[in-house]
């Protein structure tokens, strides 16, 4: 059973998805296990393990898929005959905590507005790695810390493989390299994507991509990126590009960000499909 609970919790960490664990900690008196047994949850709902069944086995699987909804770990202390009413009445502490990998974020441009958000997803615990073929832009100095490529985002992207670990912003200096960034994002599978621009620009990008290839799928599509802050200049909108980034991490980001239940956007990729069909 060890060695199976081992291999799910590195298949969770090369997925991208979450997971939880439950470890027993420390113990005092007669418990059914030692510090040091584990309990996962896995993303899709199996349960690997054990921390001693039971009462307090029970309430250890309700925290873990608590903590699959809200991420935060949790040391669980209970006296088992007093608390829990079991006979072996010693005590327990069981620590659980959310299994998942560093997120990383592929930042597609190297201008002002990606130098600001860089550093700030950094502190909040993403990988980052930026792609611009530009060097005098894309260098140490400006991106410490930051995986460097330097490429033409879509030349890479073409050959890239994405999935749920994967974030993808896209803040190119050209209106027509957003285009074909985002036309090639939308046949990956990465967690997010965000775009950079106006509502407007959005729009008519939608437009023309739905007019040559038919209706995306924008379930993970969030553009123009950023929470409504109100934000002026690269640094205070980066601050909107990690607020928004830190609540769909934490699953409380609203129906409304979500670009494909936009009403406005509904319309235009409709039209570009209408246009292809006039054809």
């Known amino acids: 059973m060890r060695e199976e609970l081992l291999r799910a919790l590195s298949e969770i960490l090369a997925s991208g998805l979450r997971g939880a664990l439950a470890t027993v ?18 993303p899709d709902g199996r349960l690997l393990g054990t921390v001693g ?28 005959g007093h608390d829990l009413a079991m006979c072996c009445g010693g005590r327990m502490e069981v620590f659980v905590e959310p299994i998942e ?42 991106f410490e810390g930051c995986t460097r490529v330097i490429c033409d985002p879509d030349d890479w992207l073409k050959r890239a493989t994405l999935d749920g670990r994967d974030w993808l912003l896209i803040a190119t200096h050209e209106h027509a390299l957003d285009e074909r960034v985002l036309d090639l994002a939308l046949t990956k599978a990465p967690r997010y994507i965000g775009m950079i621009g106006s509502k407007r620009k959005v729009l008519r990008l939608l437009e023309r991509i ?12 969030y553009a123009p990126v950023g929470l409504a802050l109100g934000a002026i200049g690269p640094q205070e909108i980066a601050v909107s590009i990690a607020a928004e980034l ?9 129906p409304h960000m979500r670009l494909g239940d936009d009403e406005d956007v509904r319309k235009v990729v409709t039209r570009g499909v209408h246009a292809v069909e006039a054809e």
């Not at 739905?210 to 599509?221: D, T």
């Open 210 to 221: 739905a007019a040559r290839r038919g209706p995306p799928s924008l379930a993970n599509v």
């Open 25 to 42: 900690v420390r113990t005092g008196g007669s418990t059914p296990q030692r510090p040091g047994a584990r309990m996962l949850l896995c």
């Open 101 to 142: 990998a560093q997120p990383r974020l592929w930042l597609c441009g190297a201008g002002h507005v990606a130098a600001a958000t860089a550093p700030l997803l950094r502190s909040i615990g993403f990988e980052v790695a930026v792609i611009d073929e530009r060097e005098e832009l894309n260098t140490e100095a400006r």
């Open 53 to 80: 069944g039971g009462a307090l086995e029970q309430l250890v699987i309700e925290r873990l898929r608590a903590c699959l909804a809200e991420p935060e770990p949790k040391l669980l202390v209970h006296a088992l």
């Open 246 to 254: 830190v609540a769909l991490r934490r699953g409380v980001a609203a």
